[in-house]
């Protein structure tokens, strides 16, 4: 069974190759930029960085490289915890939210393609059981 989830997550990553590239981002960029919320998060001051490294399952030191490129190309900036100054807490820019709506868009497009031959009912069913292994 192992293998099957391999081959399906080779698939995905596949069709998702071309948005990397028309992008110039990294598969890690592209995967950080899409767990991103792109609206709303100026308002609550941004994510913080020690969610993102949950939610992608990236190293702590990978993420902090990542960012900084990303924020180099302006699509973020990284601000100081109110709470806790040690902490960092990521903003997407006007340019990095419109971005990010655009991969997740791309994201979204390429699950739906993979997952066609997948009745509604079995997609319901399949993402249950993948949400009780997670």
């Known amino acids: 069974m192992p293998s099957?989830?391999?081959?399906?997550?080779?698939l995905?990553?596949?069709n998702l190759i071309p948005a990397y590239q028309?992008?110039?981002?990294?598969?890690?960029?592209?995967?950080?930029?899409?767990a991103?919320?792109?609206s709303e998060m100026s308002d609550r001051g941004g994510v913080?960085?020690?969610?993102?490294?949950?939610?992608?399952?990236?190293p702590k030191h990978q993420i902090t490289r990542e960012l900084a490129k990303l924020e180099t190309r302006g699509l973020l900036r990284r601000t100081v915890d109110q709470q806790s100054r040690r902490c960092k807490n990521i903003i997407l820019t006007?340019?990095?939210?419109?971005?990010?709506?655009?991969i997740s868009l791309i994201y979204n497009n390429v699950l739906r393609d993979v997952?066609?031959?997948?009745?509604?009912?079995?997609c319901s069913t399949l993402q249950k059981l993948l949400l009780?292994?997670?």
């Open 115 to 122: 997952f066609s031959v997948l009745s509604d009912e079995e």
């Open 48 to 58: 913080g960085q020690k969610l993102l490294v949950q939610v992608t399952g990236f």
């Open 22 to 34: 028309q992008f110039d981002l990294t598969e890690n960029q592209f995967q950080i930029l899409n």
């Open 132 to 134: 009780k292994v997670y």
């Open 12 to 14: 995905i990553e596949k």
């Open 36 to 38: 991103l919320p792109s």
């Open 4 to 10: 099957h989830f391999r081959n399906i997550l080779a």
């Open 94 to 102: 006007k340019e990095g939210s419109n971005l990010a709506g655009d």
